[in-house]
């Protein structure tokens, strides 16, 4: 049965109730333990930061050639913490509510109030770092607001805020290595978790820059690992990002969550044809100042320009007079869908909207705007070759991040004892949507406050135990199949490349499991996730072999388990026969085209126990438990 | 388009390189140049060879893993932009394209375009940082910075750790890097108690990298895709002063 060990007390009491009673580690005994991170993004090296400053004996796995590349670095917008510096009404409790209406209901309680808890300490936390936050002219912070919300709690450093509270968190974890206290890995990658006597034990790497394959061990493995939006091959993530760390850990007992919850960003820059590799995602606080329409009539050919107000359908303000062009990312970017299927799209390939700074550029003048994004101004036009000051952006819907993720209880820690989930790759705060500037917070207070409690409350347990030894024969027997699975990846020398099969992948689940799902069309994907799963191990080329740097091995690792990943998103979507959230089914909607939640059956987290012998995986379901809020119809008009 | 693209290909970095030469038909001119070495790499790859090895994660000019001399410049010919940001349509059809890894003896070559930048690294390990831990912040607003300190600290913290002023510098020198480091955190109060001992540390790391001084060619600034300016080594240089003073 899953428990969630949701401390006791009233909701705003939880998180100190759990404080005062959690067990701790004392100094002389933190040296004797060990710790494996795997990743280090924002969640990774903030916890792996922390854990150092605390005594553990920390080793870092990344795959980035430096920590400071991890996809977090590309987290424009913000980051969001009820500090009420606007005395606009927001309080710790108006964010939880925010959150978890955000994501339609469909998070713990629990969780999600002490993400709002926590975040007022890590802006502290940035600043004292030296993380260079927008400030007003008196010296002090500054805010904007985000999709979803009605105050300004959005704290931002231009358009880099995550390369800023990356950077942040890099050099805090930089400074352990400068005392000795964490080591690092960089261009490696975890092939497996090693479970001894249901225990997490280790990891088995292999060193990208020279293939070899590695052993090693510690008392507890933190995964930090990010999101696997990028199994729909296009999407806002970076060339490296994967779900491997996550699926190989599912493959070894961790349940996975809300797997089917992904995230499609309304403003990214459109797909212009086959050649493209990924989408670039433009921040969502241009939507602060940027208003989105599209031609009232059909197949308006017309220059944006030239296009007279009056005929110009300004559809989110229409159909959301409340929140406007801040109606929260699901609801944007379903909106846009609606508008692009319906024969309005604009731009070459009719796939996009317009995002226009008109009204903006002549109320606060050109230099105010280019303050706020000039940044994103100059990549547009890197990009597109076009000078958004003067004519309107073309954006389009994109898959962005993974609300579902291994499944933690309150600790952080998976189903398998002393293996902890962070960040993107668990699938606890966010429920079915995300809220921006959201993810950029969960990383750090998961990685700053939480992991280095939680885990030092299961490490006190460990005290004990002594040096885990990699010489187990569960070490050897977790390398002999790693080994063969990279044998038998590089050994079928086919004629299609790993990129053929990803890209027809993210192709199937576009169209079948992205913005609008139904039982006929998952069905239909799960029968063509597995024809292309078999036509892979057939066909798939992999040049060179597995004991050098080799690219293609790499991603072929990483397809193998999209493959296998992409069909449990499938029957993830297909139990839940509701609309939530991110999760559109086609068949549950209102007559305005309005998702439709169906409480009474579904309030709860589907989580997904792997069964190597079965065909199909086995629901676990987690009942939510609302003791402080009434679930609502989630409205924005 | 069609491009004829040469490109670095050397084994390890014991190895000898050499230049081998690729002729791309169909090339999109929409498409970026990375994506135009994807492109060359399926194809590579279908045909059982070994693809050009090249880093590379982002691809939106933030996370700094790219990087590469393309026709003799760091990252091309465009100002203020990283490798994966410059798209196809600013070359000519028919062109010749030579492409080599960033070059610096702090960079030794893993295999082809992939470089190993982690001496950059070790000089934030030197002193890269405000020594503060987790808990012991105080409350954010208690230290007003003014708005322009804190915009001119953020113009110095954009660095990207790509290593194109090490690439593009004569010297093969990292004090565009250093110093933009050093300068972020000297101009923020937080940042000042260490700046001393900051500087000295970082310096002197840069040196054991075997990175060259710098004399003041200001290459580094016009490569730089972040447009970081040199006038943080000049106040790097005053750090450094008041430091050993
Ligand atoms: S790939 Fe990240 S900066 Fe180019």
Redo the contacts with the bound molecule.
């Keep these: 049965m899953l428990d969630a060990k949701i401390p006791e007390g009233k909701l705003q009491d939880k998180w100190n109730n759990y404080k005062a009673k959690c067990n701790i580690v004392n100094p002389a005994n933190k040296k004797k333990l060990d710790i494996i991170v795997v990743g280090a993004g924002l969640a990774g090296s903030s916890a792996a930061a922390t854990f150092g400053e605390l005594g553990y004996n920390v080793k870092v796995f990344f795959f980035q050639d430096s920590a400071r590349?991890a996809h977090s670095?590309?987290a424009q917008g913000g980051v969001n913490a009820a500090k009420n510096y606007q005395y606009d009404g927001d309080n710790v409790y108006r964010m939880f509510y925010d959150t978890i209406k955000g994501g339609d209901f469909r998070s713990r309680e629990a969780n999600t109030y002490r993400l709002a808890e926590c975040s007022a300490s890590l802006i502290d936390q940035a600043v004292a770092q030296g993380v260079p936050f927008g400030r007003e002219y008196g010296g002090y912070l500054s805010n904007r607001s985000f999709g979803g919300v009605q105050v300004k709690r959005t704290f931002y450093a231009r358009g880099q805020t995550g390369q800023q509270l990356l950077l942040g968190a890099y050099s805090a974890m930089m400074r352990q290595v400068n005392t000795g206290k964490v080591k690092l890995y960089n261009r490696h990658e975890m092939l497996d978790v090693v479970i001894i006597d249901g225990k997490a034990r280790g990891i088995i790497a292999r060193n990208l820059a020279t293939g070899e394959i590695e052993r090693h061990a510690a008392h507890t493995v933190v995964l930090a690992t990010g999101g696997y939006g990028k199994i729909y091959f296009l999407s806002t993530l970076?060339?490296g990002c994967n779900g491997s760390a996550a699926w190989r850990s599912h493959k070894k007992g961790a349940y996975m969550a809300g797997v089917s919850w992904v995230q499609i960003h309304p403003t990214c820059l459109p797909q212009s044809g086959d050649h493209q590799s990924k989408l670039t995602l433009m921040s969502e606080s241009l939507r602060n100042d940027g208003r989105i329409w599209v031609p009232k009539q059909k197949g308006d050919d017309r220059h944006p320009n030239d296009i007279p107000p009056e005929e110009r359908d300004y559809y989110l303000e229409r159909r959301y007079p409340s929140f406007g062009n801040l109606a929260p990312r699901d609801i944007a970017s379903r909106a846009a869908k609606e508008r692009i299927d319906a024969g309005h799209g604009v731009g070459a390939n009719k796939n996009a909207v317009y995002l226009d700074f008109r009204t903006a550029i002549n109320e606060y003048g050109e230099n105010v705007i280019r303050e706020r994004y000039g940044n994103l101004f100059r990549m547009y036009e890197k990009i597109t070759g076009i000078n958004a000051y003067k004519e309107p952006m073309k954006i389009s819907p994109a898959a962005h991040f993974t609300m579902g993720g291994l499944w933690v209880d309150y600790e952080l820690m998976t189903s398998v004892p002393g293996l902890f989930a962070l960040g993107e790759c668990n699938f606890s705060d966010h429920g079915a949507n995300r809220l921006g500037a959201n993810s950029l917070l969960q990383a750090c207070v998961d990685g700053y406050f939480i992991a280095p409690l939680t885990v030092g409350n299961y490490l006190s347990g460990e005290i004990k135990t002594g040096k885990i030894s990699a010489d187990h024969p569960e070490f050897e027997k977790t390398e002999k199949e790693a080994r063969e699975l990279l044998d038998k990846l590089v050994n079928i020398k086919g004629n299609k490349t790993s990129d053929h099969y990803h890209r027809t992948l993210g192709r199937i689940l576009w169209d079948k499991v992205g913005l609008e799902r139904s039982k006929e069309s998952l069905e239909a994907a799960i029968k063509e996730i597995r024809e292309l799963r078999e036509d892979f191990w057939q066909n798939l080329m992999v040049p060179g072999t597995k004991e050098e740097i080799n690219s293609e091995l790499e991603k072929a690792g990483r397809v193998a388990d999209y493959l296998e990943l992409a069909e449990l998103m499938a029957f993830d979507a297909l139990n839940r026969d509701e609309s939530c959230g991110a999760h559109f089914r086609s068949e549950y909607q209102t007559d305005e085209g309005e998702a439709m939640r169906n409480d009474d059956d579904f309030a709860y987290v589907s989580s997904w126990e792997f069964d190597p012998k079965g065909e199909e995986p086995i629901l676990h379901k987690e009942v939510l438990e609302f003791e402080t809020v009434t679930p609502t119809v989630r409205s924005y008009k | 388009m069609k491009v004829t693209l040469k490109v670095w290909r050397q084994k390890d970095a014991q190895s000898k390189g050499a230049f081998e030469t690729y002729p791309m038909d169909n090339v999109n001119e929409d498409s970026s140049f990375?994506e135009m070495l994807d492109m060359l790499n399926e194809s590579l790859t279908v045909q059982g060879k070994m693809p050009v090895e090249f880093?590379?994660?982002?691809?939106?000019?933030?996370?700094?893993?790219?990087?590469m001399v393309i026709n003799g410049r760091a990252n091309g010919h465009l100002e203020g932009t990283?490798?994966?940001?410059l798209h196809m349509r600013s070359f000519k059809d028919g062109e010749t394209i030579y492409i080599e890894p960033f070059r610096a003896s702090a960079f030794p070559v893993i295999r082809d375009l992939k470089v190993d930048r982690e001496s950059l690294d070790r000089i934030i390990i030197a002193g890269g940082f405000i020594s503060s831990h987790t808990g012991s912040a105080p409350e954010a607003n208690s230290i007003p910075i003014g708005h322009a300190t804190a915009e001119s600290a953020f113009d110095s913290a954009a660095c990207?750790g790509?290593g194109s002023c090490v690439a593009t510098c004569k010297n093969s020198s990292a004090s565009l890097f250093t110093a933009a480091k050093i300068t972020h955190l000297a101009k923020l109060p937080q940042g000042q108690v260490e700046a001393r001992k900051r500087a000295l540390n970082m310096v002197k790391q840069m040196d054991i990298e075997g990175f060259g001084a710098c004399t003041n060619t200001e290459a580094c600034e016009v490569e730089c895709?972040q447009n970081i300016s040199v006038m943080n080594i000049a106040r790097m240089n005053w750090e450094f002063h008041k430091a050993i003073l």
């Design positions: 590349r670095v590309a970076a060339m | 990375l880093d590379s994660d982002c691809r939106e000019g933030i996370c700094g893993q790219c990087g990283t490798t994966c940001q990207i790509c895709p």
